[in-house]
């Protein structure tokens, strides 16, 4: 029996991809979407029963219109909505070059998309369902020439708890911040960047990230056991936003 339907942004690869295929072993149904016609055909080709593609650009309100009349013909309703479309490079060009054209575009795709997902999706919610934003601890740390990401998936943290409340207590609204999470099978285009055990040691959990660990957080907080939750970050980094690093190790007491 199926657990509910559940609409996922940016399916196409990476992180979105895991936890399409995560869901889909749980028995949910997985209504996609994603801006890359490539990568879609490439997972249509798959045949994953219970998934179902559109494809989307999500900072394009009147796409998500049309997308929120096609799911309430074939759907209905929906049980939980995850947006996690993103233009995912992090690092932009040094803040005196900045395009704000790049500027626009991250913070279209990156903010504006789930707002809009969540604007003409939310009527079609259950009751007791749930929305979840996926930001970044990026939103908390930054690296030079960061701007643009960290400016949207900072935006996208307020945006949750300002949607828990205007949706509640209807809808449910809960952000996942990432730290490492491991892609690099996931990708359109193999990725030979693999985490080593350099990596993997730095984490105080003793290892990088897995699609697996953000996506069972994701499917707890779209449950009703997670009833009482909204309008939290949940950050999920393997304990790497609270380990003081020191550029050539710890301070002496």
């Not at 949207?152 to 730290?179: C, D, E, Y």
């Not at 957080?217 to 909204?230: D, K, N, P, Q, V």
Request: aromatic share 4%; hydrophobic share 40%.
């Amino acid at each position: 029996m199926s657990q509910g339907k559940i609409l996922i942004t940016g399916v196409a690869r990476g992180l979105g991809l895991g936890m399409s295929r995560y869901f889909l072993q749980h028995d949910y149904q997985v209504l996609g979407v994603d801006i890359d016609k490539n990568a879609l055909t490439r997972l249509e080709e798959t045949g994953l029963p219970g998934l179902q593609l559109v494809h989307l650009d999500v900072s394009e309100e009147p796409s998500v219109q049309a997308l929120s009349r096609l799911i309430e013909r074939q759907f209905g309703q929906l049980d939980g909505i995850i947006n996690n479309a993103a233009i995912g490079q992090p690092c932009n060009e040094p803040l005196s070059q900045l395009p704000l054209s790049h500027w626009q575009r991250v913070l279209a795709v990156n903010l504006t998309g789930p707002m809009l997902i969540s604007k003409h999706m939310a009527p079609l919610l259950t009751p007791g369902a749930a929305i979840i934003n996926i930001a970044s601890t990026r939103a908390h740390q930054s690296e030079p020439d960061n701007e643009a990401y960290v400016a949207a998936k900072g935006g996208l943290i307020a945006l949750t708890h300002a949607m828990a409340v205007s949706l509640g207590p209807a809808v449910r609204v809960n952000v996942i911040s990432p730290g490492w999470i491991d892609v690099s099978r996931l990708q359109t285009v193999p990725n030979n960047e693999a985490p080593d055990e350099h990596d993997h040691r730095q984490h105080p959990a003793g290892r990088v990230g897995k699609v697996e660990d953000v996506a069972a957080l994701a499917r707890f907080l779209l449950s009703g056991e997670a009833g009482f939750i909204t309008g939290q970050e949940y950050v999920i980094d393997g304990g790497m936003s609270k380990r003081m690093i020191y550029p050539e190790g710890p301070a002496a007491d």
